[in-house]
């Protein structure tokens, strides 16, 4: 199983930054999707931006243009750069780690990491 644990959530004003880190450890090998998901309060779950090992990233369209997606693949490591924040960027962001063939439980999440945007 891979742990994850998140760091860079906080308090900002709307249109500041912020940079969120998900570090993984244990066993991992190539071929793997490392993500950011959030749940605002009321709300499911919902895909933020995700990066395979490969190269290749997905936003979703809330998002696009002002967040970036990022990883370090020898440190197991993803960030999400996040500019221009608004107030409905509110929620708590979860890394999520996955394998290509993954099967629905196969998949590991970190605790989470509250972002508030205040206008």
């Known amino acids: 199983q891979v742990q994850l644990v998140e760091s860079g959530g906080g308090s900002v004003q709307a249109g500041e930054s912020l940079r969120l880190s998900c570090v993984a450890s244990?066993?991992?090998?190539?071929?793997?999707?490392m993500g950011w998901y959030r749940q605002a309060p009321g709300k499911q779950r919902e895909l933020v931006a995700v990066s395979t090992s490969g190269g290749s990233t997905n936003y979703a369209d809330s998002v696009k243009g002002r967040f970036s997606i990022s990883r370090e693949n020898a440190k197991n490591t993803v960030y999400l750069q996040m500019n221009s924040l608004k107030p409905e960027d509110t929620a708590v962001y979860y890394c999520?780690?996955?394998?290509?063939?993954?099967?629905?439980?196969?998949?590991?999440w970190g605790q989470g990491t509250q972002v508030t945007v205040s206008s």
């Open positions: 244990g066993r991992i090998s190539n071929g793997n999707v």
């Open positions: 999520n780690f996955r394998y290509y063939n993954w099967s629905p439980g196969s998949d590991s």
